[in-house]
C-alpha cells in the first residue's frame, strides 16, 4: 500500500516537474472568453406534436416513481466496493409460508459511503497540476460532490472549486447512475463563477475490477465547457488506484477547440 501511495507522490512531482512548452493557461482563457456561449436557434414543428395520451404518461411517471423507490430507498453498503461480497445490498422481501405475511429484512451494511480521490493530472495545452474530490451518499441516495483543481504552465497558475451534491438514479453493482449538480468558482488566471451539472456512472462488475465515467457541462462565467472523464482501475482494500482519460471541450461548432488530458489517481474508500 505504501509502495501505491509513493508511486502516486513520484507521479504527481514528474508532472508538475515536466516540459510545459505546449502548455499555455492564457490561450485556455482566451478560447473561454471566445466562447460562443449564446444557445442555438431551434424551431419546433407544432404540427402532430399535440395529443397524446396524460394517462399513459401518468402511470409512466408514477412506475419510474415506484421503480426508484424500490432501488434506491432499501439499499445498504459494505465497507468499500468488492468487500465481503458485493458493495451495494439489497433488502428483501419475503413471505411467511404459513400466514403468507410479507416480512421485510433489511440488508446488512451501512447507509452510508463515501471516497476522496487525488489524481495528478496534465491538461494538454493547458497545463499540469492535480484535482481533488469528495464525494458519496450521506443517506442512501443523496450526498456531497465536491472537487477542487489546480493547473499551472510555468508562468501562471489558475485553479477552482466545485461544492454541490449528487442523487442516485439506479444503484447496482455493475451499473449505478446519478446526476449531480454544483457551484463553480476559478481563481488565479482565470477569475469567473458559475456551476456544473452532469452525471456520473460508476461500475464494480467483477473483483477487483472498478470502472467510473463522468459526462456534463461546466458553466465558467458566460462559457460553456463541456467535459467528459474515464478511468479504469483495481481495489486493494479499501484503496483504488487508477488511471483515466479527461477533455474539455468549448463551444459546440466543429471547430470549437478541445483540450484532452491524463491523469493517474488514488481513491480512499471509507
Known amino acids: 500500500m505504501k509502495k501505491g501511495i509513493r508511486c502516486i507522490a513520484i507521479a504527481l512531482i514528474a508532472?508538475?516537474?515536466?516540459?510545459t512548452a505546449a502548455a499555455d493557461i492564457g490561450s485556455f482563457k482566451k478560447s473561454i472568453e471566445d466562447?460562443?456561449?449564446?444557445?442555438?436557434?431551434?424551431?419546433?414543428?407544432?404540427?402532430?406534436?399535440?395529443?397524446?395520451?396524460?394517462d399513459l404518461a401518468i402511470f409512466l411517471i408514477k412506475l419510474?416513481?415506484?421503480?426508484?423507490?424500490?432501488?434506491n430507498l432499501g439499499v445498504t453498503y459494505g465497507d468499500y466496493p468488492h468487500a465481503d461480497g458485493k458493495f451495494i445490498r439489497y433488502s428483501k422481501i419475503e413471505f411467511d409460508p404459513y400466514t403468507g405475511d410479507a416480512v421485510w429484512t433489511p440488508s446488512p451494511g451501512k447507509s452510508w459511503w463515501y471516497s476522496a480521490e487525488l489524481?495528478?493530472?496534465?491538461?494538454?495545452?493547458?497545463g499540469a497540476g492535480a484535482l481533488?474530490?469528495?464525494?458519496?451518499?450521506?443517506?442512501?441516495?443523496?450526498?456531497?460532490?465536491?472537487d477542487?483543481?489546480?493547473?499551472?504552465?510555468g508562468k501562471t497558475v489558475t485553479?477552482?472549486?466545485?461544492?454541490?451534491?449528487?442523487?442516485?438514479?439506479?444503484?447496482?453493482?455493475?451499473?449505478?447512475?446519478?446526476?449531480?449538480?454544483?457551484?463553480?468558482?476559478?481563481?488565479?488566471?482565470?477569475?469567473?463563477?458559475?456551476?456544473?451539472?452532469?452525471?456520473?456512472?460508476?461500475?464494480?462488475?467483477?473483483?477487483?475490477?472498478a470502472l467510473h465515467l463522468r459526462a456534463g457541462?461546466?458553466?465558467?462565467?458566460?462559457?460553456?465547457?463541456?467535459?467528459?472523464?474515464?478511468?479504469?482501475?483495481f481495489l486493494a482494500g479499501p484503496w483504488e488506484f487508477s488511471a483515466g482519460t479527461r477533455s474539455w471541450s468549448l463551444g459546440q461548432s466543429k471547430d470549437a477547440p478541445c483540450y484532452p488530458g491524463y491523469f493517474i489517481s488514488a481513491a480512499r474508500y471509507f
Do not use: C
Open 159 to 209: 485553479g477552482g472549486v466545485r461544492l454541490g451534491g449528487s442523487l442516485s438514479i439506479v444503484q447496482t453493482n455493475p451499473f449505478s447512475l446519478a446526476a449531480y449538480g454544483q457551484w463553480a468558482g476559478w481563481f488565479g488566471e482565470i477569475e469567473r463563477r458559475g456551476g456544473a451539472a452532469g452525471i456520473t456512472i460508476d461500475s464494480y462488475p467483477f473483483k477487483p475490477i
Open 148 to 153: 477542487g483543481h489546480f493547473l499551472a504552465d
Open 217 to 233: 457541462s461546466l458553466w465558467v462565467g458566460d462559457a460553456t465547457i463541456g467535459e467528459f472523464e474515464f478511468r479504469a482501475g
Open 15 to 19: 508532472l508538475m516537474t515536466a516540459s
Open 119 to 126: 489524481q495528478p493530472t496534465h491538461m494538454v495545452g493547458i
Open 132 to 146: 481533488a474530490s469528495f464525494r458519496g451518499n450521506t443517506w442512501k441516495f443523496f450526498g456531497p460532490y465536491f
Open 64 to 71: 419510474a416513481t415506484y421503480v426508484w423507490a424500490g432501488n
Open 35 to 54: 466562447s460562443d456561449s449564446k444557445p442555438g436557434k431551434s424551431e419546433r414543428d407544432d404540427a402532430g406534436g399535440s395529443g397524446g395520451n396524460p
